[in-house]
Nanobody
Framework: QVQLVESGGGLVQVGDSLRLSCAAS????????MGWFRRTPGKEREFVAA????????FYADSVKDRFTISRDNAKNTVYLQMNALKPEDTAVYYC?????????????????WGQGTQVTVSS
C-alpha cells in the first residue's frame, strides 16, 4: 500500500521559513517524479513544484520561484520543500504527490498517489 505522509507545516510569520517533508512508502521511490501542490479554501489545487526522479530537473510555479526549493533523498524515500520568504498568500494545505511516468509534470492529473496534506499558515 502506497503512503505519502507530509510533515513540517505550521503557523509562521511573514518572511519566515519552513521545510516540508514527505515520506513515501510502498513504492520504489526513485522511480517516481515527485511534486508539491497546494490548495486554499475556495480554490482549485495548484501546482507548486516538481522534481525528476534523478533530481536533475525541477519545475516551479512562478509564484514561488526563487523562494521555494524542492529536493529529494532517494535513500530516505523523502521529498522536501524548503519555503523561504513566506507570504500570506502562501497559506494553504500543501500536498505531496507521486507520478510514475517518465517525465516531470505540472499537471495534477498525471500524479498517481497523494498525501493527506499539511497546513501552512503565514500570518501578517
Amino acid at each position: 500500500q502506497v503512503q505519502l505522509v507530509e510533515s513540517g507545516g505550521g503557523l509562521v510569520q511573514v518572511g519566515d521559513s519552513l521545510r516540508l517533508s514527505c515520506a513515501a512508502s510502498g513504492l520504489t521511490f526513485s522511480r517516481y517524479v515527485m511534486g508539491w501542490f497546494r490548495r486554499t479554501p475556495g480554490k482549485e489545487r495548484e501546482f507548486v513544484a516538481a522534481i525528476a526522479r534523478s533530481s536533475l530537473t525541477t519545475f516551479y510555479a512562478d509564484s514561488v520561484k526563487d523562494r521555494f526549493t524542492i529536493s529529494r533523498d532517494n535513500a530516505k524515500n523523502t521529498v522536501y520543500l524548503q519555503m523561504n520568504a513566506l507570504k500570506p498568500e502562501d497559506t494553504a494545505v500543501y500536498y505531496c504527490a507521486a507520478d510514475q511516468s517518465q517525465f516531470i509534470s505540472r499537471l495534477e492529473g498525471t500524479y498517481d498517489y497523494w498525501g493527506q496534506g499539511t497546513q501552512v499558515t503565514v500570518s501578517s
